[in-house]
T-cell receptor
Framework: DGGITQSPKYLFRKEGQNVTLSCEQN?????MYWYRQDPGQGLRLIYY???????QKGDIAEGYSVSREKKESFPLTVTSAQKNPTAFYLC?????????????FGQGTRLTVV | AQKVTQAQTEISVVEKEDVTLDCVYE???????LFWYKQPPSGELVFLIR??????QNEISGRYSWNFQKSTSSFNFTITASQVVDSAVYFC?????????????FGKGTKLTVNP
């Protein structure tokens, strides 16, 4: 089935560690996104990529890094510089032409700092 | 700057009641797109509807309907005869129409609980 797969579903990080969240899509979409969701805050954009080997900062990029080496993959690294990383992280993808398309979302990764 | 406001944080209704979720937006663009997404307990967001700024016709899809009014910058969502399966968080979102993939600006969401 076509879709977006995020892994792991739950992730625990110790203070000072970097962790990487995986996002893979088989929808042949050019664009991919990472959002952070906090209770009562809605979704905020961390990074997005419209094409392989290119990505742009979103509204809350500090403390995060991404790569886009393959069309299907857009991993997010939460670095030790992110002061409050505990949150629900959602990856999405969409087509990259025409009017703003609907985005397809993964089931999310819940990151907790212990 | 773009902004989406969903003033209702949580709504609780009894099954079969009708319920309206409010969405008010701000943008300086004359061409833009509005979206509604549903987030069930499983976590992923599910696309419900996209509407461009030039199309003010109301839309109905089964028990769902949407009322778009540019004069009040609102894009409200009504569920008729609500069901327990409608329980979820609903997000309204806005995107500028610059072509190609665009980032969405989301409201903070409205948590709907439908009780049996």
């Amino acid at each position: 089935d076509g879709g977006i797969t995020q892994s792991p579903k739950y992730l625990f990080r110790k203070e000072g560690q970097n962790v990487t969240l995986s996002c893979e899509q088989n929808l042949n979409h050019d664009a991919m996104y990472w959002y952070r969701q906090d209770p009562g805050q809605g979704l905020r954009l961390i990074y997005y990529s419209q094409i392989v080997n290119d990505f742009q900062k979103g509204d809350i990029a500090e403390g995060y890094s991404v790569s886009r080496e393959k069309k299907e993959s857009f991993p997010l690294t939460v670095t030790s510089a992110q002061k409050n990383p505990t949150a629900f992280y959602l990856c999405a993808s969409s087509m990259n032409r025409g009017p703003p398309p609907e985005a397809f979302f993964g089931q999310g990764t819940r990151l907790t700092v212990v | 700057a773009q902004k989406v406001t969903q003033a209702q944080t949580e709504i609780s209704v009894v099954e079969k009641e009708d319920v309206t979720l409010d969405c008010v937006y701000e943008t300086r663009d004359t061409t833009y797109y509005l979206f509604w997404y549903k987030q069930p307990p499983s976590g992923e967001l599910v696309f419900l509807i996209r509407r461009n700024s030039f199309d003010e016709q109301n839309e109905i899809s089964g028990r769902y309907s949407w009322n778009f009014q540019k004069s009040t910058s609102s894009f409200n969502f009504t569920i008729t005869a609500s069901q327990v399966v409608d329980s979820a968080v609903y997000f309204c979102a806005l995107s500028e129409a610059r072509g190609g993939s665009e980032k969405l600006v989301f409201g903070k969401g409205t948590k709907l609980t439908v009780n049996p």
